[in-house]
């Protein structure tokens, strides 16, 4: 079952008097539970099939279907100069709800301890709710994520108290908090030394394959292309080919 299609997916940027294709009529689909990437050299175009894929960016044509949702069904994404209110709030929603990211500066709250940090989207809007989760039962699901992620012995210290391969790990449990189906990571290794980027990818395996969690990587790092059951292979903006593997 399919919990991400794209269909003839472009996106360009202006440079100058220079037209620049970052994608181009990209077609593909995300079975759910999948642990997939987007694989490319510097400047092939994958981080901006990711934020499209994520609906952080706007694609200039095609369509992208997230859970059954056409999500610009009734607008005319060529005639778009500005996000209209109506269809930002739409996209907001749908990310609030379907998908998760982990971003590889971590993005913490300097602020907040590590279960604050974890717990933030829970917090934001009407997440909880959406969930059917009482504040009991999200005080035990922030406790089992922040466990397993092996961090509870660090569950009161802030971001600066801990390792790169400790925020990722933190990263990882905020991006899974929302109980989200579809969890994005944009070179999520690349801040970290090997070591730690090795346990954060069999981690990371483990959350896939243990909730059934759908992650969708933006790598160019050969061990996670390696892990990956589905890899989407992408240059100068267009889909080479795809390699569905059994692992």
């Known amino acids: 079952m399919s919990i991400l299609e794209l269909k003839n997916v472009c996106k360009d940027y202006q440079m100058g008097k220079t037209i620049v294709h970052a994608v181009n009529s990209a077609s ?18 994958k981080s901006t099939l990711l934020n499209l894929m994520g609906l952080i960016d706007l694609p200039v044509s095609g ?3 997230l859970d059954g949702t056409d999500v610009y069904a009734g607008y005319n994404l060529p005639e778009i100069k500005s996000l209209p209110s ?17 971003f590889q500066n971590f993005n913490l709250i ?8 974890v717990a933030l989207p829970l917090n934001l809007g009407r997440l909880s709710e959406s969930r059917s989760m009482t504040k009991e039962q999200q005080e035990e699901w ?34 899974l908090a929302t109980k ?12 970290l030394d090997s070591k730690n980027g ?4 069999l981690l990371m395996k483990k959350l896939n394959k243990e909730l059934n969690t759908t992650f969708i990587f933006s790598t160019h790092d050969a ?18 080919g795809e390699d569905h593997k059994t692992v």
């Open 86 to 102: 109506k269809l930002d709030r739409h996209m907001t929603e749908l990310r609030r709800k379907n998908l998760g990211f982990i």
């Open 63 to 65: 369509q992208i279907i």
């Open 110 to 117: 300097q602020v907040l301890n590590v279960r604050e940090n």
């Open 180 to 191: 989200a189906p579809v969890i994005f990571a944009d070179e999520p290794t690349a801040n």
């Open 198 to 201: 090795d346990q954060i990818l």
């Open 223 to 240: 061990k996670i292309v390696e892990m990956s059951d589905h890899v989407i292979r992408i240059k100068d903006g267009i889909i080479l």
């Open 142 to 175: 922030i406790d089992f994520l922040i466990e397993t992620v092996g961090l509870t012995a660090w569950k009161n210290h802030k971001p600066a108290e801990l390792s790169g391969g400790q925020r990722q790990r933190v990263a990882i449990a905020r991006a």
């Open 28 to 45: 593909f689909s995300i079975e759910a539970g999948e642990f997939a990437s987007v694989s490319g050299p510097s400047g092939s175009g």
